[in-house]
């Protein structure tokens, strides 16, 4: 019975501590294990096989890579539009805020 503690407190600490690399295989086990569903786990396995030997990288990585590329190009296009979109509001805000002031200064 210690050993099966100490076995436990050794894998639980391989997947906290980062030491633990995600391979192609730990999500179709994971997939296998949760659900029972054996296709779904063959179909998993392969798809991160045929992804890592197109890419040379693994499926979370490859992934990871693209959603990078979108975020900075996009990043830069919406700061652009944002920071625009705010002056104006700003800009409407403030003449609203002026023609107020004139008005209440006239009817004095």
Known sequence: ????????????????????????????AI??????NVSQAGIAYFTNQAVQKETGMSTAHYISSILEEKKTTKK?????????????????????????????IILK
Request: glycine share 4%.
């Open 1 to 28: 019975m210690e050993i099966n503690k100490i076995l436990l407190y050794f894998c639980i600490s391989l997947f906290l501590t980062g030491c633990f690399q995600s391979t192609a295989m730990v999500g179709p």
């Open 31 to 36: 997939t296998l294990a949760s659900t029972g």
């Open 76 to 104: 830069n296009v919406t700061m652009d539009e944002d920071f625009i979109t705010l002056v104006n509001a700003n800009f409407e805000k403030t003449r609203k805020k002026l023609l107020l002031q004139n008005q209440s």
